[in-house]
């Protein structure tokens, strides 16, 4: 059985003389073939959000996981340093390690505060 998807209609109205540029902008397609007008409609909505006609919408990409993306990071950053090994001259001081709990608490909020996760999926 075929599922039916769901349709939703709305309708504008523009005033003339309030709304000429809009008005102005649809006469365009008024010669075009069928349906081209509503996806010129549908292209500048998305626009209007701030979403890339053609490319997922914010709510169907997936988010990051922020410690895979820092394992490539230190993973390319590890390859860069010993590309230089032997070549840099003086000692690299130790960090004490209540400079690395600070760093990794760090981490740990910002992955918490950018990471996107679903609550109504859940």
């Not at 309708?11 to 069928?34: A, C, M, T, V």
């Not at 500048?44 to 169907?60: E, F, H, V, Y």
């Not at 090994?85 to 209540?98: F, K, L, M, N, W």
Request: no cysteine; net charge negative.
């Amino acid at each position: 059985m075929a599922r039916r998807r769901k349709t939703v209609e709305f309708r504008i109205r523009l005033y003339s003389g309030q709304d000429d540029e809009l008005i102005r902008w649809l006469e365009q397609f008024n010669d075009k073939p069928y349906g081209v007008k509503s996806q010129a409609v549908k292209e500048a909505l998305l626009r209007g959000i701030g979403s890339d006609p053609g490319q997922p919408t914010a709510a169907a990409i997936p988010a990051l996981d922020l410690a895979d993306v820092r394992k490539v990071v230190e993973a390319a950053v590890a390859t860069a340093l010993a590309r230089f090994e032997g070549q840099v001259s003086g000692a690299v001081p130790a960090t004490p390690p209540e400079e690395d709990e600070e760093t990794e608490d760090l981490l740990d909020s910002l992955d918490a505060a950018l990471t996107l996760r679903d609550d109504e999926e859940s």
